[in-house]
């Protein structure tokens, strides 16, 4: 059951009124006769607190949604909104679809994720949104759910919505507010400074909220010191009036409260501060931070706490931060206004090379037998971060998965292209392992406009080459298009590793298909272009595919020769994953003639190996006709016990058809379709 609501706000103040409102339009679990889901959308202008009350919201309304909660930032205050495809992605992910079976296309996403929410009674909170075409996606069909949105628009062209326009807060809401962040020993001992506080904060709750951690964080200032500090600034307080405007003066006082350090060895806060705003991914990490800002990581570290200390930056696991994304479009406009052009074009080109180099270096690791994209020697700054094993490197790519996304689209949208083409060939290995389809797919079309942008025919025909693999493995008749274009690029190069790989993988793609015989003679010609390079693993995959295709056409001693000799060459270049595609399809082969004992053997091990791997497809399909040989050998309990454990992988993958084969599979006479 998902529960992603953010932490909710222990001093909340105020907002009775519209709460008793969301309160009445978000029936929950007391469905609506109409049928109508309930829409709430939180408007207003920046600052006025719309987060926080539509999670103190949905926390109070908790227990009416039994099934759950789904919370995602939408970033529409943002220069790059969250598409809603990728929101989709993330949320069926999170309503247990598994990454490689969520659909590439929009609108099957929506519609599954409808599916999969008809009649669960689900609360979901759509944070910071920029357009009601944005929000109609993400909504569930049925009215068993309920939505809130929050918006600095009020969204009237989004059917059927309720709107909670907020204000500013009240005299008595501020004062209480204020004495709940400082304490009511310090408020009540300086009466007229906090009027003189709140009356310069215009009843704006981000404005307080910064005004009483300034005061938290020194305990030597006297209320009266920040009144001081405020009415000095003319220019803010007349922002703090003006809508937008109110939030860049409360983000105004932070920032110039910063202390200046420009001494040897040290980097000033207030530099960092501003590259932080010409980054456009949602977090980022103290490695990452170290090569955009091009100064040495302690001094770095040093900055971003001083930062954290001032409520600029948030720190929500160690060396890892964020920026609000109001305060990063603050944090840019100070940038544009105190930083040269050529050091922000020299910032962002650092960091973006930075995850390039360290997507390869990751790869490399999961992947050691994979083509390398060409990167050159590397430039000070851009070092890439470090992996001892694959899994670490794996844990990495999961936890930068958004900013490689975003650090593929800023390279794009800033010319820098042949990092936009590069960045996600080299992370595909990893994204393929975790299962993120919908990330290679997203990043891999921004590729491929970058690799004919800049004319790099070999960058385009490798583009081409992996998002025909994507969309193969979702079954699509697109990815023989893509496979053929990188063919004839490849052809046309005189890219002989290339075609060979092409050549491989549209013929996989035939097979996928069901086109077997198609598969057979690409594959065979593939094989050719294979041993004719001398590239070993693309023999292997080759011969390993061409065995599976052999098998499916009933030549089961040629299917079983090819799969030995695929077995042979894997095993020699350590590619384990591999290893268990063979035994499986050798164990396939052994089946279909009956011989029960070695098929059982063998798939087997293949199910050890790529549980190992944490390949949980091909687990699933080894376990299922492993179910399959203990039944033909007469050992229906143990035959049970594999397809259970193969319907539940399936099931957690989302793959709903292979489960109902394996469901079948249970009904047969003598097991049963119960417990599956």
């Not at 400082?182 to 704006?204: F, K, N, S, W, Y």
């Not at 070999?458 to 994507?470: H, I």
């Not at 090819?562 to 052994?590: C, F, P, T, W």
Request: include cysteine; proline fraction near 4%; glycine fraction near 8%.
């Amino acid at each position: 059951m998902p529960a992603q609501l953010p932490a909710d706000v222990a001093d909340f103040t105020g907002r009775e009124g519209q709460l008793d409102r969301m309160r009445s339009l978000l029936p929950g679990a007391r469905r609506k006769d109409d049928g109508a889901m309930a829409v709430a959308v939180v408007a207003g202008t920046p600052g006025l607190g719309k987060t926080a009350l539509a999670i103190h919201a949905a926390h109070l309304l908790r227990a009416d949604f039994p099934d759950g909660q789904l919370y995602a930032s939408l970033r529409g205050g943002s220069e790059l909104p969250v598409p809603p495809d990728e929101v989709l992605a993330r949320f069926l992910r999170d309503l247990g679809v598994d990454g490689a079976r969520v659909p590439a296309d929009a609108e099957e996403r929506a519609a599954m994720y409808r599916t999969r929410l008809a009649e669960q009674q689900m609360l979901v909170v759509l944070d910071d949104a920029r357009d009601a075409a944005q929000v109609r996606p993400l909504l569930p069909g049925t009215g068993s759910c309920a939505v809130i949105v929050t918006s600095r628009h009020r969204l009237s062209d989004l059917a059927g919505s309720r709107l909670i326009d907020l204000d500013v807060l009240d005299n008595a809401e501020a004062a209480e507010l204020f004495t709940r962040i400082v304490g009511a020993d310090r408020a009540d001992a300086e009466p007229g400074p906090v009027r003189d506080v709140l009356a310069i904060c215009a009843g704006l709750p981000l404005a307080i909220r910064i005004g009483g951690a300034r005061l938290n964080a020194r305990r030597a200032w006297s209320v009266a010191t920040l009144a001081d500090r405020l009415a000095d600034q003319r220019r803010r307080m007349d922002e703090l009036t003006a809508g937008d405007l109110a939030v860049r003066a409360c983000f105004q006082v932070s920032f110039d409260a910063l202390p200046r350090r420009e001494s040897r060895g040290e980097v000033d806060p207030a530099h960092v501060f501003r590259m932080l705003g010409v980054w456009r991914g949602s977090t980022i990490g103290l490695r990452a931070a170290v090569a955009l800002v091009g100064q040495p990581e302690d001094p770095v570290a040093d900055a971003l706490e001083v930062l954290v200390d001032a409520h600029l930056l948030e720190s929500p696991a160690p060396d890892r931060y964020r920026l609000h994304d109001l305060l990063r479009a603050y944090a840019a406009e100070r940038a544009q206004a105190q930083e040269q052009p050529q050091a922000i074009e020299d910032a962002v080109r650092r960091v973006l090379v930075w995850y390039l180099r360290s997507a390869d270096a990751a790869a490399s690791v999961v992947s050691p037998y994979r083509e390398r994209v060409p990167l050159g020697p590397s430039e000070p700054g851009t070092e890439p971060h470090a992996f001892a094993t694959a899994e670490r490197a794996l844990d990495w790519c999961e936890q930068e998965r958004a900013n490689l996304v975003a650090a593929t689209r800023q390279a794009a949208d800033q010319g820098l292209h042949e990092v936009a083409w590069k960045l996600p060939v080299a992370v595909m290995v990893c994204f393929d392992r975790l299962g993120y389809r919908a990330e290679c797919a997203t990043t891999h079309r921004t590729a491929l406009e970058s690799a004919r942008e800049i004319g790099d025919r070999r960058g385009e025909a490798w583009v081409l080459n992996n998002l025909g693999m994507v969309l193969a493995d979702q079954r699509a008749d697109d990815a023989l298009c893509y496979f053929e274009q990188a063919l004839a690029i490849h052809s046309e190069t005189g890219n002989e590793r290339g075609q060979a790989q092409a050549a491989n993988n549209l013929a996989r793609a035939h097979q996928l298909l069901g086109r077997h015989e198609e598969a057979i003679a690409a594959l065979e010609s593939a094989l050719d272009l294979q041993r004719k390079i001398g590239r070993r693993h693309g023999e292997a995959v080759a011969l390993c595919n061409l065995g599976e295709a052999y098998r499916e056409f009933g030549r089961f001693d040629e299917a079983i020769a090819s799969s030995q000799k695929a077995l042979v060459i894997v095993r020699e270049i350590g590619a384990a994953r591999d290893e268990g595609y063979a035994m499986h399809n050798l164990g396939r082969a052994h089946l279909d003639l009956g011989h029960t004992a070695e098929a059982t053997d063998l798939l087997e091990q293949a199910v050890a190996i790529h549980h190992a791997a944490g390949d949980r497809s091909g687990e699933a399909q080894d376990l299922r006709y492993a179910g399959i040989a203990y039944a033909q050998a007469g050992f229906l309990a143990e035959a049970r016990e594999r397809w259970v454990r193969s319907y539940s992988l399936f099931r957690s993958l989302g793959d709903d058809v292979q489960a109902l084969q394996v469901q079948s599979d249970l009904a047969e006479p003598g097991t049963g379709p119960s417990g599956a």
